[in-house]
T-cell receptor, first 113, second 112 residues
């Protein structure tokens, strides 16, 4: 069965610092992996996705993630944090039965000046 | 392009009352999803439609929750009767291809 584990429910960084949000997955089939961002009182917005092909995936707002099959990981990074990056981030894997997503519990990113 | 629309945005009810949420997906998206997001957790699938047929409703509490998508476009999710533990944000999403879902703003339900 598919599952997602996000390490760290809260991550705090200074503006300009590296952002690293960790995600490990379990999947019985080749995984489709996603990162979504959620701002307060809003729905989820897709940051990036991995389906097949290149394992380093670039997304919106300067974020990128690398699919590492050997480590079953899909960590999200951004070289330099901005105040506007403060939000909740969800890693997700596509379920086996259909195309619905299985989400991790989320990581809240705080950015201080 | 208009996004996924949901209404109402907020709803407060007493336990044992009924409530309904509405979702209008992006035009042309055949697949529609309802997710439940409890505070502090990631969204969890309740039901998935392909056009007007149900693909997956294995996690829908069918004794109290129901959903329909009669014409294969907009959808309604109903809870009757509501329990305290139903307090959550209900998210609707739609997709055209199988790898990208677009989410609406959600309906925040509070059950007192």
């Amino acid at each position: 069965a598919q599952s997602v584990t996000q390490l760290g429910s809260h991550v705090s960084v200074s503006e300009g610092a590296l952002v690293l949000l960790r995600c490990n997955y379990s999947s019985s089939v080749p995984p489709y992996l996603f990162w979504y961002v959620q701002y307060p009182n809003q729905g989820l917005q897709l940051l990036l996705k991995y389906t097949t092909g290149a394992t380093l995936v670039k997304g919106i707002n300067g974020f990128e993630a690398e699919f590492k099959k050997s480590e079953t990981s899909f960590h999200l990074t951004k070289p330099s944090a901005h105040m506007s990056d403060a939000a909740e981030y969800f890693c997700a894997v596509r379920g086996q039965a259909g195309t619905a997503l299985i989400f991790g519990k989320g990581t809240t990113l705080s950015v201080s000046s | 392009e208009a996004g996924v629309a949901q209404s109402p945005r907020y709803k407060i009810i007493e336990k044992r009352q009924s409530v309904a949420f509405w979702c209008n997906p992006i035009s042309g998206h055949a697949t529609l999803y309802w997710y439940q997001q409890i505070l502090g957790q990631g969204p969890k699938l309740l039901i998935q439609f392909q056009n007007n047929g149900v693909v997956d409703d294995s996690q829908l509490p069918k004794d109290r929750f129901s959903a329909e998508r009669l014409k294969g476009v907009d959808s309604t999710l109903k809870i009757q009767p509501a329990k305290l533990e139903d307090s959550a944000v209900y998210l609707c999403a739609s997709s055209f291809t199988e790898d990208t879902q677009y989410f609406g703003p959600g309906t925040r339900l509070t059950v007192l």
